[in-house]
């Protein structure tokens, strides 16, 4: 079956449901429902920044307008959207998106950019063009077709060209059945870019790639105490689909939806996991397997080359205190053909718990970094060999009155992260220590809240130190009668210093206002203004000479456009 009868075919299903939906409602059911409500919402957001030192850091004008409309007619419902922002630095590639789903029963269909729930080694990215999904008690279906990437041709000529890129399509199919504890998932992917979406200045910079990927997850579960889960997909990639066929036995099974090549690689991944959960006490253990170049076009970048082993723990005691760990280690270089091998271990404990008004939380993070052989022996002055460990504790006091709420918050952390190599003169080593301290006060007469905040952060580098310290003073307030105005104003310094080379000072304001009229309108307008510099006493210049300034604007509309409501049935009287 070649592109064009698949893209026919799918086309005529999503006809043929759409129609048979619409036939077969069943009539008791819209009797139920309401004839016709239209609804949706409108909106915009807008922001402007400026900065002495140039907009290399933000773009000096973000504008977007968004719009949602909803038709619901006799209880089937068809939301639309639509999407336009230039959010971006040169403001010549505004982005526009459209999406419709109408939905009735069990039923959906999508069209636009859209995105469907699957395997997370298969797919997880949005899809423009439309897909169907429906799902019942157990049983439970999806396909779809559209585009999951455009064409980059920027000029190459151009010293700011963007990274050249086909345009990629696909189309995938899933099948499930089974209840929540036990049940099985296939899952079908088609992913491949377009030849011609290219300009042919850009051919011998980046290879069109075609990919198939099958995947099967499912569950086991026994009572409410135990369970297995399992996922697992094959994925079948060439890296350049301009390649040589292959044409021998074995391959030519796959011609129909897939074209093997010289250049085809076939890559697993997978992992399983098994919950217990008795009295309480939650315990699971998980192993995962990523091959090397597993690759799956329907996914963003996915870690590959590893394979990882980790147990988690966590239950209550006495009602109050609350306890996890967890343990996890992971080792690359499946296939030993890396230079050298790394292995990794993160391992932590938390506790937490609340004695009235007092409420206390303390844990332990650590990380530990090894490399050994592959290929090549590993030499003892650079080999790596590091350790992090990292401690906590955050208390904090509540007292709460008929007119005033107090609350004390504290925190500490203790970080180091050290190079364990003997032969290591400690360039990369860095101990951090932080404390911090909150006060909240809650005005219930005033509708209004002020909150205090001090910071205070070392860290401790080889022949560097580096200290930070932050003061910050926020308060809000609800205004008039239905307390749908609201402002809040934010005060703020700090002061960084790196000891015997530099201090800065900024010291800024930000401000934000919120106004909702008859429930339906909603605006709010936002400010911030702050000023910078070097105070170093040894300069010339001591001033807070840099500025940076923001404004933003939003405003949003819901709005029930039309209703032909359902009459209410009358009870006869008695």
Known sequence: MNRTNIRSTIAIVFAMLWTGGMHAQDISQIAKSDPLIITGAVGTQNTYYYSSIGDGYASPMNNMVYANLNISLYGLSMPFSFYYTNDNTSFNYPHISFHISPRYKNWSLHFGQSSMNYSSYVM???????????????????????????????????????????????WGIKLGYGSRGNFLDIYFLRAYDRLKSLDDRWANTVSPQDNMVLGLRGGLSYSDHLSLTANFAVSMLSLDKRGTIVTDDEAERF????????????????????????????????????????????????????????????????????????????????????????????????????????????GYNGYRQLQGDGTAHVNDTTRVNRIMNSLYVTPSYMIAGNHLTHTISLSGSYTNNEDLNPFAIGE??????????????????????????????????????????????????????????????????????????????????????GYTLKKVHVFSLSAGLNKYGDVNVTRRSSNLDDTEFNVGFNYTYTFSLFEIKRKSEKKPEE
């Open 428 to 513: 990369s080593d860095v101990t951090t220590y932080a404390v911090g301290a909150s006060y909240n006060l809650g005005v219930q007469d005033w509708n209004m809240d002020f909150t205090t905040s001090l910071s205070h952060q070392r860290s401790d580098g080889y022949q560097r130190q580096y200290t930070s310290d932050v003061l910050s003073l926020t308060t809000g307030r609800s205004f008039l009668k239905e307390n749908n105005l609201n402002a809040q104003l934010t005060l703020s310094m700090c002061y960084n210093e790196v000891k015997n080379q530099m201090k800065s000072l900024s010291a800024g304001a930000d401000m934000e206002v």
């Open 255 to 362: 011609d129909k939806v897939f074209d093997v090549r010289y250049n085809t690689i076939a890559r697993y991944a997978g992992d399983v996991n098994l919950n217990l959960s008795y009295s309480g006490f939650n315990a699971s253990v998980f192993y995962r397997q990523i091959q090397p170049d597993y690759t799956s076009l329907g996914t963003y970048y996915m870690s590959n080359n590893y394979h990882a082993l980790g147990v988690n723990l966590s239950t209550v005691l006495l009602r109050r205190l609350s306890l996890s760990a967890s343990f996890s280690g992971q080792e690359d270089n499946l296939t030993n053909k890396q230079l050298y091998t790394t292995r990794g271990f993160i391992y932590n404990a938390n506790a937490s718990t609340r004695f009235g008004n007092l409420g206390l939380a303390v």
């Open 124 to 170: 997880s990215m949005p899809f423009n063009g439309y897909g169907v999904e429906y799902q019942g008690d157990k049983l439970r279906f999806g396909a779809f077709y559209g585009t999951l990437r455009k064409a980059i041709n920027d000029d190459p000529t151009n010293p700011a060209a963007r990274s050249p890129q086909y345009r990629r399509n696909g």
